[in-house]
């Protein structure tokens, strides 16, 4: 059972736009910033989304994050097959003092 | 470009200590900007945070490890080991080593390719 709640996967049509969710506490999201990684099929995570809303350099627009009291969501907008993977949230949870993920979503690109 | 590459055994007995290195190339792992750590991905499930270590030594683990886990730097060789201890095909599971960052971005934005090691 992860810390932190996604759900196991979510599906839209190319050129759509789909949301993914991830519902903590206060001591994780609450008071923590929250980032999401994208894993392709038999490769290693790679960072989308840090402190909640910002792009790391070469992320495309059309992947955004907000967050709001203890969730946060991931939004993908123009979806294209290339978008198909697991998708992870992560935050620090103060009262563990440990880093914890989301279960993962699988995004499936119909 | 930072690369971090993972090194070590595939295979591990059941009750032995699992030993893993990456090495840092592209930038320096005595950046103070910076923890170095591990993430471990058992096959088929999500992501489980294992611990970091910064520079100078200080060390944090996620407590459902801590007992068996121990994360050491050598600053002379750019390089952040892990060691894992009474291993049980549980701990089966892709390693990757990782950077995160301290104040920003606080998330893990340099990951290695990953390890596959097998407990049997």
């Known amino acids: 059972q992860s810390v932190l709640t996604q759900p196991p996967s979510v599906s839209a049509a190319p050129g759509q736009k789909v949301t993914i969710s991830c519902s903590g506490s206060?001591?994780?999201?609450?008071?923590?910033?929250v980032s999401w990684y994208q894993q392709l099929p038999g490769t290693a995570p790679k960072l989308l989304i840090y402190d909640n809303d910002r792009r790391p350099s070469g992320i495309p627009d059309r992947f955004s994050g907000s967050k709001s009291g203890t969730s946060a969501t991931l939004g993908i907008t123009g979806l294209q097959t290339g978008d198909e993977a697991d998708y992870y949230c992560g935050t620090w949870d103060s009262s563990l003092s440990a880093v914890v993920f989301g279960g993962g979503t699988k995004l499936t690109v119909l | 470009q930072l690369q971090l590459e993972e090194s070590g055994p595939g295979l591990v007995k059941p009750s032995e200590t699992l030993s893993l290195t990456c090495t840092v190339s592209?930038?320096?792992?005595?950046?103070?900007?910076?923890?170095w750590g591990w993430v471990r991905q058992p096959p088929g499930k999500d992501l489980e945070w294992i611990g970091s270590?910064?520079?100078?030594?200080?060390?944090s683990y996620n407590p459902s490890l801590r007992s068996r886990v121990a994360i050491s730097v050598d600053t002379s060789k750019n390089q952040f080991s892990l060691k894992l201890n009474s291993v049980t095909a549980a701990d089966t599971a892709v390693f990757y080593c990782?950077?995160?960052?301290?104040?920003?971005?606080?998330?893990?934005?340099?990951w290695g390719q990953g390890t596959m090691v097998t407990v049997s």
């Open positions: 592209g930038g320096s792992i005595s950046s103070s900007s910076y923890y």
């Open positions: 206060s001591s994780n999201i609450g008071n923590n910033y």
């Open positions: 270590i910064y520079f100078t030594g200080s060390t």
């Open positions: 990782t950077r995160r960052g301290i104040g920003g971005p606080e998330a893990f934005d340099f």
